[in-house]
T-cell receptor, first 114, second 116 residues
Framework: AQSVTQLGSHVSVSEGALVLLRCNYS??????LFWYVQYPNQGLQLLLK??????LVKGINGFEAEFKKSETSFHLTKPSAHMSDAAEYFC????????????FGTGTQLKVEL | GAGVSQTPSNKVTEKGKYVELRCDPI?????LYWYRQSLGQGPEFLIY????????DSGLPNDRFFAVRPEGSVSTLKIQRTERGDSAVYLC??????????????FGPGTRLTVL
């Protein structure tokens, strides 16, 4: 079955450290992929997306992600974490046969410590 | 330009009751989606509308769930005979249209449904 998998339900980093949130997908053709952020009691906000073209995509708040077809991955990174980055992050995609519905991973809760 | 709005923000009901959850999409968006997010999980697709018609309802868990969008704008998700397992955050999203090039989905804040 087509799926999106996020490794690590909780990630903790120090302020100023590198953020790396992992996402892998299963799809018979390259999917469109997205990262969303969700702050407490708020809706999902799009951070960035990969559709076609450049495999390194830049998003808001200094985040970026690289689509690697050979590794079926779309990991999210940020060079230097800020306290305001603490939130839950979801990787999602339009997968083969999924039509217009997004398939989400289970989410990664990012904690940023002083 | 208002975003997607959902009402109520919180709904507490008793097992067996009927509930309606409302979604107001971004003006001009023709596609509307409902997702359900259970505790500790990512959102799961329920149904999507293109205009007034349900184009894909494959995610509705059973026939207690129903959604309408009679005028192609506001949508209502209806749940009959609620069960405790229906407790979740129900998210609504809208997009400009269908087809991958235009299908960025904008999400509302959700309705938190608690079934006692």
């Amino acid at each position: 079955a087509q799926s999106v998998t996020q490794l690590g339900s909780h990630v903790s980093v120090s302020e100023g450290a590198l953020v790396l949130l992992r996402c892998n997908y299963s799809s018979s053709v390259p999917p469109y992929l997205f990262w969303y952020v969700q702050y407490p009691n708020q809706g999902l906000q799009l951070l960035l997306k990969y559709t076609t073209g450049a495999t390194l995509v830049k998003g808001i708040n200094g985040f970026e992600a690289e689509f690697k077809k050979s590794e079926t991955s779309f990991h999210l990174t940020k060079p230097s974490a800020h306290m305001s980055d603490a939130a839950e992050y979801f990787c999602a995609g339009f997968l083969t046969g999924g039509g217009n519905k997004l398939t989400f991973g289970t989410g990664t809760q990012l904690k940023v410590e002083l | 330009g208002a975003g997607v709005s959902q009402t109520p923000s919180n709904k507490v009901t008793e097992k067996g009751k009927y509930v309606e959850l409302r979604c107001d999409p971004i003006s001009g968006h023709t596609a509307l989606y409902w997702y359900r997010q259970s505790l500790g999980q990512g959102p799961e697709f329920l149904i999507y509308f293109q205009g007034t018609g349900a184009a894909d309802d494959s995610g509705l868990p059973n026939d207690r769930f129903f959604a309408v969008r009679p005028e192609g704008s506001v949508s209502t998700l209806k749940i009959q005979r609620t069960e405790r397992g229906d407790s979740a955050v129900y998210l609504c999203a809208s997009s400009e249209g269908v087809g991958r090039a235009y299908n960025e989905q904008f999400f509302g804040p959700g309705t938190r449904l608690t079934v006692l």
